[in-house]
């Protein structure tokens, strides 16, 4: 075989394999990254055993900070914007029906900007306690609370918590109440939401800890309700929450901020509020009205 005749393999086999190489990379900037192969499904057995198909995302407690740094001051009104802002107009809002236990229109105390942490009741199936005496009633609700109806998302509870709640609403129960408020208070949580009921309702507007609910309720949680899970995605008051969301109230309602995007809505959200507060300032000057927080 002639030399000039072997230089001509190799040439087209290095044409080929350029040719491969081209091919590959035009494939790759026509279709994008690959995609990622599928979860596998999965089978009977795992799904009859109970599974969750919404991910909880784990962020920390300095993330959390810095999330809510971006929310100063937002009411909303203006977070409500940013969501529209962002594509989600109504998505997240909860139903007016979930409102302000109390209201302070002086300082807002009744506002809150936090992360959500959630918790799930459920309505009982099993009976209530007969009649008893004493000491082996306060032991079957004892029993209750302690296995059936506990408050296992306690320990999540960190500084800028706000504890949303999805539960048995027709079961007239007082799951928050003034309490264990306190106690979660005390953990450091900012605001609790339900889209159910609560009781000692003077009390915790007294205490000045702020809540949302549907209604008020009067029953303890023996005989009554269940807890289901903790820190996984819920519904509350019409909308999906979940664990890690920024959770924004006030005497306007409840509005939800997927995690993902509480930047974006954040940034335009403080835009809308900077504007409003100049725009009532100089409308104060011209009513000859001192200012007051709501345009400080």
Not at 173 to 186: D, E, Q, R
Request: aromatic share 6%; with cysteine; proline share 7%.
């Amino acid at each position: 075989m002639s030399r000039k005749h072997n230089a001509g393999r190799v040439l087209s086999l290095v044409m080929g394999i350029m040719l491969i190489v081209v091919t590959a990379v035009w494939m790759a900037l026509v279709s994008g990254p690959a995609a990622a192969q599928p979860a596998a499904k999965p089978g009977a057995d795992e799904l009859r055993v109970g599974r969750n198909f919404i991910e909880t995302r784990v962020y920390s407690e300095p993330d959390d900070q810095e999330t809510l740094k971006l929310f100063e001051g937002l009411r909303v009104s203006d977070v409500t914007d940013g969501l529209d802002k962002v594509g989600l107009t109504n998505v997240t809002l909860m139903s007016p029906e979930i409102h302000a236990a109390w209201k302070d229109t002086q300082h807002y105390k009744h506002r809150f900007i936090g992360i959500a942490v959630t918790a799930r009741y459920v309505p009982t199936n099993r009976p209530p306690a007969p009649a008893l005496e004493t000491k082996p009633y306060d032991a079957w609700v004892g029993k209750w609370y302690s296995e059936l109806s506990p408050e296992p998302f306690t320990p999540l509870i960190r500084k800028g918590t706000a504890l949303v709640i999805d539960e048995a609403p027709d079961s007239d129960v007082g799951s928050i109440g003034s309490n264990n408020i306190m106690g979660w208070k005390l953990r450091g949580c900012v605001g609790v939401v339900t889209n159910a009921t609560a009781r000692d309702t003077d009390e915790i507007a007294t205490e000045e800890i702020p809540l949302y609910l549907r209604k008020v309720g009067r029953g303890i949680r023996p005989g009554r309700n269940e807890i289901e899970s903790v820190n996984r995605p819920i519904e509350c008051g019409g909308v999906l929450v979940r664990p890690g969301d920024v959770i924004v109230a006030d005497g306007d309602g409840v509005v939800v901020v997927p995690r993902e995007k509480a930047k974006e809505v954040a940034e335009y959200a403080q835009g809308i509020m900077e504007g409003d507060k100049a725009g009532r300032r100089n409308l104060y000057q011209k009513l000859g009205r001192p200012d007051d927080d709501s345009v400080r």
